[in-house]
């Protein structure tokens, strides 16, 4: 089946960068829809960023606007999230996961759980 496996992270200072990656396994990978999703202390899970199969359709949340970049290397089989401007909002534990239904768009992703998803990975904002 589909494995997702996450990557980076770790401890970050405020205002710095830091690039999670995620590499996909066990499916056609452009058949998929690729999310990054966050949870934060005190804060229910959050959708953070999603692409689309062909990467065209990327997504960002409000606070992440701006800051965050998504992308998706389709030979490669990975998703990647280059995070800057990290604040200590940012700190979570950050999932990827992905979902081969048609894509609706973000509110749809809110609302209806992806079939696939990684582990997660750490990331803390702290001097």
């Known amino acids: 089946q589909v494995q997702l496996i996450e990557s980076g992270g770790g401890l970050v200072q405020p205002g710095g960068s830091v690039k999670l990656s995620c590499a996909f396994s066990?499916?056609?990978?452009?058949?998929?829809?690729v999310a990054w999703f966050r949870r934060t202390p005190g804060k229910e899970r959050e959708l953070v960023s999603s692409?689309?199969?062909?990467?065209?359709?990327?997504y960002y949340t409000d606070s992440a606007n701006g800051r965050f970049t998504i992308s998706r290397n389709n030979a490669k089989k990975t998703v990647d999230l280059q995070m800057t401007g990290m604040t200590s909002d940012d700190t979570g534990v950050y999932h990827c996961?992905?979902?081969?239904?048609?894509?609706?768009?973000?509110?749809?992703?809110?609302?209806?759980?992806?079939?696939?998803w990684g582990k997660g990975i750490l990331v803390t904002v702290s001097e």
């Open positions: 066990g499916g056609t990978f452009t058949s998929y829809t």
């Open positions: 996961a992905a979902d081969d239904r048609t894509y609706y768009g973000p509110s749809f992703w809110t609302k209806n759980e992806m079939d696939h």
């Open positions: 692409i689309n199969w062909s990467g065209e359709i990327p």
